[in-house]
């Protein structure tokens, strides 16, 4: 079967077997990885080359810090604050659908608790959250200390093809959870980047953050422990208990990553599987893609039936031909199809080969 699933996990089947292999014996320990100590030579090892992986990966510059930490992205809407927030509690936010609603949620309960605020410098809920708004209608604050996006919305389907400029020290920050790894990134144009792992890195329950150096260190007072940046670098993650198994996969991840050529290779194949997919939609009448095609994501592809009371049958026909979980996030409807790294281009053939047998058969 293929799994079109938005999460939490779509993972290279060859990782799945190297895990399966390595689950009763690993690196002659006689045991799991989730049973060796998280403090034992083997587990620093292993903690150490998956970062080091992701820093080849993405050339993440050496005045970064890379931490592998939990509470998934939905925490650092919380955690970032307390870190960045020490002197200057304004934030910038950009609204392009669910988890920047969110995000700006969290934000609104803590920046006006410590004097500062919480400005919407643009919006896309006017048209349905179907495009990123265009920056030359932003009104950002020059003294704000962030500015934060959603690189990739996975629910309404949103992807960014260009990084935000700077504006004087405005710190950028973004949520590349649903798009980490499937391009490369210029990490330096931003001051932290944060991801929940479980769509194209490794299973749910871990969350990487990669923070520039001068960021840390600053954290407000009231910082809670676990979520001071600067105590967790300075322990390698390895602060308290860490998702060991998270990180053992996620570096099984980041190998298969390097053997297929690294994200420039897997952008390429990424680009192919978005085009087939959106130009077979373009292409007919059938079906449409409500997202404006400057802002479409190559990660999650949301599209509807024209005929909305053939969307059970659809999806009846879709998982009995082994095409899973294309239902749509059910804020939004209609259907949804992700195509993360792990999906191979046969998935993506299959899909579009079923779509116009079904429109042949129900047009
Ligand atoms: N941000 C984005 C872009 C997401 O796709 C998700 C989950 O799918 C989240 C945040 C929330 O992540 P988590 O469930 O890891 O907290």
């Known amino acids: 079967a293929f799994n079109f699933a938005a999460g939490p996990a779509t993972l290279p089947l060859e990782v799945l077997q190297q895990a399966q292999a390595e689950m009763l014996e690993w690196q002659g320990t006689g045991c ?3 049973e060796v100590s998280h403090r034992g030579k083997q587990f620093e090892a292993c903690n150490a080359e998956a ?3 992701l820093r080849d990966l993405l050339a993440i510059p050496s005045n ?10 939905s925490m650092q809407w919380a955690q970032f604050l307390f870190n960045l927030c020490g002197s200057n509690p304004n934030g910038d936010y950009i609204l392009t659908g669910e988890w920047t609603n969110r995000a700006v949620a969290e934000a609104r309960k803590l ?11 643009a919006s896309s809920e006017d048209r349905n959250y179907s495009y990123i708004p265009d920056e030359g209608s932003w009104k950002r604050r020059k003294d704000a200390n962030f500015l934060h996006i959603c690189s990739n919305e996975t629910i309404q389907g949103l992807e960014y093809n260009f990084i ?9 920050v973004a949520d590349m959870s649903s798009h980490i790894v499937s391009r490369p990134v210029d990490v330096s144009r931003y001051g932290l980047i944060y991801a929940g792992a479980q769509k194209n890195i490794g299973p749910a329950g871990i969350t990487i953050v990669i923070v520039r150096d001068d960021l840390i260190g600053k954290a407000r007072p009231d910082t809670p422990r676990m979520f001071d940046y600067k105590l967790m670098a300075d322990n390698h993650s390895l602060l308290n208990t860490p998702p060991t198994f998270g990180i053992y996969l996620a570096g099984l991840v ?13 952008e390429r194949k990424n680009i192919a599987k978005a085009e087939l997919l959106y130009g077979y939609l373009d292409s007919q009448d059938f079906y449409y893609a409500p997202v404006e095609k400057g ?9 509807r039936l024209k005929d909305e009371s ?14 899973v979980a294309l239902k749509g996030h059910k804020a939004v409807g209609g259907m949804r199809a992700s195509i993360y790294n792990a999906m191979p281009m046969e998935g993506v053939q299959a899909l579009v080969a079923f779509m116009r047998d079904f429109a042949a058969r129900n047009g």
């Open 111 to 121: 920046l006006p608790l410590w004097g500062g605020s919480v400005n919407i410098v």
């Open 164 to 172: 935000p400029e700077q504006l004087g020290d405005v710190t950028l």
């Open 254 to 266: 980041f190998k298969w990553l390097k053997r297929q050529g690294g994200v420039e290779a897997i």
């Open 295 to 303: 802002s479409r994501s190559r990660m999650n592809v949301p599209f």
């Open 310 to 323: 053939l969307n059970a049958k659809f999806l009846a026909e879709t998982e009995a031909a082994g095409l």
């Open 64 to 73: 970064y810090k890379v931490l592998f930490l939990q509470g998934g992205a």
């Open 32 to 34: 799991s990885v989730m």
């Open 51 to 53: 970062e080091q992986d």
